[in-house]
């Protein structure tokens, strides 16, 4: 199994450019969770996803986020325009059912200068 | 006050001896209980969970919950270097969307010296 995917793994931007994140999630798994990692907030959930419907975006942070999952295999996650304090890690994790676990992708390193 | 508290730490334990990893919680409702383990540079990987009070053992790991006292810990025996890393203590959210809804401690950092 592969597991999660994400893409790009470092992303280095200006600040007011587009940055789009992907995320490929595990097969059969109907969950998908985005998470931003930082030193001062710890690990914040942003979106999560129950059979490619948002069910909760109460963490994205303001309306320069949004989110997609299209269909059961993809995922991104867009910042317009991007700004120096969304410099983080964003990590994509998916989860099958009920069953709890959620599997965490290798993340993307997000710089914004 | 924060939902998921965790005392960040750095622990420091010499190798072989027991890391004591602990963790509270604000949400009465909340039904099921995660420990992290990240690596520097690296995702977090689950390395336990927990939804009944008390004790649950997987290899060198135990974990302890106690839902009165809304109190989650982790217990490393025989500790390792390699057990060296930021441990984060997660809470499943009380039920209909707020399942898988998963809120995160700020980690403990946890160091085995030889």
């Known amino acids: 199994d592969a597991g999660v995917i994400q893409s790009p793994r470092h992303e280095v931007t200006e600040m007011g450019q587009e940055v789009t994140l992907r995320c490929k999630p595990i097969?059969?798994?109907?969950?998908l969770f985005w998470y931003r990692q930082t030193m001062m907030r710890g690990l914040e959930l942003l979106i999560y996803f129950n059979n490619n419907v948002p069910i909760d975006d109460s963490g994205m942070p303001e309306d320069r986020f949004s989110a997609k999952m299209p269909n059961a295999s993809f995922s991104t996650l867009k910042i317009q325009p991007s700004e120096p304090r969304d410099s983080a890690v964003y990590f994509c994790?998916?989860?099958?059912?009920?069953?709890?676990?959620?599997?965490f992708g290798p993340g993307t390193r997000l710089t914004v200068l | 006050q924060k939902e998921v508290e965790q005392n960040s730490g750095p622990l420091s334990v010499p190798e072989g001896a027991i890391a004591s990893l602990n963790c509270t919680y604000s949400d009465r409702g909340s039904q099921s209980f995660f420990w992290y383990r990240q690596y520097s540079g690296k995702s977090p990987e689950l390395i336990m969970f927990i939804y009944s009070n008390g004790d649950k053992e997987d290899g060198r790991f135990t974990a302890q919950l106690n839902k009165a006292s809304q109190y989650v810990s982790l217990l490393i025996r025989d500790s390792q270097p390699s057990d060296s890393a930021t441990y984060l203590c997660a809470v499943n959210g009380a039920g209909g969307t707020s399942y898988g809804k998963l809120t995160f401690g700020q980690g403990t950092i946890l160091t085995v010296h030889p």
């Open positions: 994790a998916s989860m099958a059912g009920f069953t709890d676990t959620q599997y």
């Open positions: 097969s059969g798994h109907n969950s």
